[in-house]
């Protein structure tokens, strides 16, 4: 329940159903009858961050323990967070409406690294000392899991523990210990010296980092035992991980406002840009039983009629027909319609279009990532022109008039023609329209080509790469606009729209920063800089004045190349994937080779010793 | 097929759900319960429901209504309520069933419990405000700008205020009884409006929804 004195702000905010909890799902529980009090924070809106999967499985998780209470923290947008700063109320957790000082642990999901300067404002705004040295207890513990855990290092400072890999076990088992250490009185210190000894836990505290002369990493020590490399947590029988049957139901409009089946983890891929790609190897299925019974357990306790079959590249699934045809035979009687996001251009047959036909016809979205068959194969997406066009005729003639393609510029060894591709690519798709005989009638086509530009991660092929610099990057915006036109491309049938590139630098930059960008995080956030991911908030200019400040050159970190041999902030965190499996694909995209997927042949990238999931897929 | 008019509560955390959204908040309960209803059966098809008269954001209600036709003519109506209460978040309680006596178009007014305190405690004591709000309502005429469809207009709320009265005990409660329905509604937070600039401080109101009722004066039922 939100705290009584809040009411009087509410109606002076928008949507003020973000910050009152009472949702038909929410875990409520006696605070005196639990031993751990878990805030699990979300860097962003409510409706981003009831929209996340890995929230709804571990709150779930959690709340199943009887010793813990788990409960849901969201960043308030910048009315609220006026009203709350004016009145002096601290960051509460909906369902019980503590502060977070009432909390064991604040919980973080770092999803993006625009979001890391929320993470502050939330501490500071539940009243935490944002900087990990300046809390002593054993309590408020502050931890982060996700994506960007796996290159913390510009928010170290702030956070005490990182979860590398599959959260279901060792968040846990580190709460479990924090129980232990809390009941035998222990020290913080103590407590943290001991997480650092489980599997997947990383206590950055407990390593030394010092530099080059040139600003790069000369060494990273471990002391107090800590493991040298600390590796991810993988969890590799997907039937046996735990997933929800229910879910908490937001009471007001949310982003993916429906049930979310998660049918595998990882991806076969591998994209040479996609940082997912790689850190959530191997692939490992749910099998189809399993997937139909949590399914229609999810869908029967939620009361939604629309199930999205969540993964990384949904039609990649062994036996997707077989599922979705299982899927339906209660879904379509039920009125529940089944939906695959992440749908790829090769992925596409008239089976699955059969059994995922919704009564909403909206428009269809591929993702081909480059317009040209060299840069698509130097960057490993292995989607032919042919398939693309042909795909797209079989959506027409099911009645689709609408195709958005999604692409990249600045892609490592991308020409000025490359670019110039994207827009002959959306003259293709439009022609194909024209080309069906039976196409819908009475209605326009529509093609929208959507450019963002790109940035290279850790623990991808590209991670050594520079980034285009912003100035680069608008000039391949304006070749791609210069060419639609040139191809006489009516501009009522296609759309084109490019990404910011401001904030895909400062992105850049924190994907592959060190730790002396703690420094500049910091005075971001003195500074009441907040909500970088939301153009309302983000300025450029602001963040270059805090590297200026702090003698950070960012450009260091976007636009420079690294030698194969230089150590990476991330080096001493391991996720699986070998550094010399990353070169090897580096320099394939060098040459435009591509890799075959794990199903056609192994690239030998590591993922073996776990000893299961598609590394030993019987073919 | 038979209609089915169900009677509902809205407090708590539930007074911050809009309308739209209590739309889909319902939808999803009625999925979830499993009641059989009827569904449009045009290009979108989907379950149909309405509700008489929409509430604002903010406001508690003791006498909200949504209206459906269940497809069973013989379904157990006094089974429903805790059907859907067993599917919906605890702030939206389902009262009961019945079969609707009035079509919603027959709606005329509605009548509204309006606790009322400064937004800042030290900028007038409650008792000068209550003073105040009793010198204001007494005035022959209270003039405020509507928005309506047409664009903005003035209009003179004394002429709608059908039924007032005014307490204090620990707390300002005003009550009021305002024309409602799709022909002409007064929202009370225009009355509200009005006496914070009268008063000149920020007010805080706590509205609630009492009751609705028809031309002849009864109840919405």
């Not at chain 1, 006026?82 to 009432?102: F, V």
């Not at chain 1, 625009?114 to 040295?133: A, D, E, H």
């Not at chain 1, 600390?230 to 590799?236: A, D, L, P, Q």
């Not at chain 2, 499993?34 to 508690?60: K, V």
Request: hydrophobic share 35%; charged share 25%; glycine share 6%.
């Amino acid at each position: 329940m939100y705290p009584k004195e809040i009411e009087k702000y509410l109606l002076k905010v928008q949507k003020p159903g973000r910050y009152v909890g009472g949702e038909l799902g929410e875990v409520i529980k006696d605070k005196h009858d639990v031993d751990v009090r878990f805030a699990f924070c979300f860097p962003d809106t409510y409706e981003i961050g009831m929209s996340h999967l890995g929230i709804k499985i571990l709150y779930s998780l959690f709340n199943e323990k009887p010793y813990i209470w788990c409960e849901r923290v969201f960043a308030p947008w910048i009315d609220m967070e006026a009203e709350m700063r004016a009145h002096d109320i601290p960051l509460y957790a909906l369902e019980s409406g503590d502060p977070l000082t009432d909390f064991d642990f604040i919980g973080f999901t770092l999803q993006y690294e625009l979001s890391f300067t929320n993470i502050l404002n939330m501490l500071s705004l539940g009243g935490i000392p944002v900087l990990s040295r300046d809390r002593h207890d054993l309590n408020h513990i502050v931890v982060a899991g996700g994506p960007c855990a796996c290159n913390p290092e510009p928010i170290t400072d702030f956070i005490d523990i990182f979860f590398l890999g599959d959260g279901e076990e060792v968040d846990l088992e580190v709460i479990e210990l924090y129980r232990e250490c809390k009941r035998d009185g222990k020290s913080r210190a103590e407590f943290l010296r001991l997480a650092a000894q489980i599997p997947g836990v990383y206590v950055p505290s407990l390593y030394d980092v010092s530099y080059n002369d040139d600003g790069t990493i000369k060494s990273v020590i471990p002391r107090d035992g800590a493991p040298e490399k600390v590796e991810k947590r993988v969890i590799m029988d997907m039937d046996s991980c735990y997933y929800p049957d229910n879910f908490v139901l937001p009471n007001i409009e949310i982003v993916h406002d429906r049930a979310v089946m998660e049918i595998f983890r990882g991806c076969i891929r591998g994209c040479r840009f996609c940082q997912a790609g790689f850190l959530y190897r191997p692939v490992r299925e749910k099998s189809i039983d399993r997937i139909n019974e949590e399914c229609h357990a999810l869908c029967r306790n939620t009361g939604y009629d629309e199930v999205s079959l969540s993964s990384l590249s949904s039609s990649d699934y062994t036996q997707v027909v077989p599922m979705l045809k299982k899927l339906n035979s209660w879904a379509k009687p039920e009125q529940v319609s089944l939906s695959l996001p992440s749908l790829r251009v090769d992925g596409f047959s008239d089976d699955i279009l059969d059994e995922i036909k919704t009564v909403r016809k909206s428009g269809l979205t591929f993702a081909p990532e480059a317009g040209s068959q060299r840069l698509r194969d130097a960057i490993n997406k292995n989607v032919f022109e042919d398939e693309l066009i042909n795909t797209c005729r079989v959506a027409f003639e099911g009645g689709y008039t609408t195709v958005k393609l999604y692409f990249m510029i600045g892609l490592p060894t991308e020409t000025m023609d490359d670019v110039a591709a994207i827009a002959d690519l959306g003259k293709k798709v439009l022609d194909t329209y024209y080309s069906v005989e039976n196409r819908p009638k009475g209605k326009s086509p529509r093609v929208t080509l959507s450019a963002s530009s790109f940035v290279p991660k850790p623990f991808t092929p590209f991670q050594w790469e520079p980034q285009d610099t912003m100035d680069t990057l608008r000039e391949k915006q304006q070749h791609i606009k210069a060419s639609i036109a040139s191809k006489k491309i009516s501009v009522s049938k296609v759309t084109y729209n490019y990404h910011d590139t401001d904030t895909s630098f400062l992105e850049a930059v924190f994907a592959r920063g060190d730790r002396k960008l703690n420094k500049a995080m910091l005075l971001a956030h003195q500074r009441g800089m907040r909500f970088d991911s939301w153009s309302d908030c983000f300025s450029l200019q602001n963040w270059l004045d805090v590297f200026a400040e702090c003698g950070i050159d960012p450009a260091f970190y976007a636009n420079r190349r690294r030698d194969f041999d230089e150590t990476l902030p991330w080096d001493h965190l391991d996720y699986g994937i070998t550094k010399d499996f990353l070169k090897r694909e580096c320099e394939r995209a060098y040459a435009s080779q591509t890799s075959p997927n794990c199903r056609e042949g192994c690239m030998n990238c590591g993922m073996k010793k776990y000893g299961g999931g598609v590394c030993y897929e019987k073919r | 097929m038979k209609n089915a008019r169900v009677f509902f509560t809205k407090d708590g955390a539930c007074k911050y759900i809009s309308h739209l959204d209590t739309n889909r908040v319902m939808l999803r309960a009625i999925g979830k319960s499993r009641l059989d209803i009827w569904h449009t059966e045009g290009f979108h098809q989907h379950a149909y429901i309405t509700f008489a008269l929409p509430l604002s954001l903010g406001f508690a209600s003791t006498c909200e209504s949504m209206d459906f036709r269940l497809l069973d003519d013989n379904a157990d109506m006094s089974a429903i309520p805790e059907m859907l209460n067993a599917c919906l978040p605890a702030g939206i309680r389902v009262q009961r069933c019945v079969e609707p006596k009035y079509k919603p178009a027959d709606i005329d007014s509605a009548a509204y419990a309006v606790a009322i305190e400064p937004m800042n405690a030290h900028d007038i004591s409650l008792e000068e405000l209550y003073t105040k709000l009793n010198d204001f309502l007494n005035q022959s005429a209270i003039i405020v700008e509507k928005k309506t469809k047409k664009g903005k207009k003035q209009v003179d709320l004394t002429e709608y205020i059908l039924d007032c009265s005014t307490d204090f005990d620990e707390n300002i409660l005003l009550t009021l009884r305002l024309p409602a329905g799709s022909t002409l509604n007064i929202n009370p937070s225009l009355l509200i409006g009005a006496f914070a600039e009268y008063c000149g401080v920020e007010l805080h109101s706590d509205m609630t929804r009492t009751g609705i009722f028809t031309k002849e004066g009864k109840p919405f039922e």
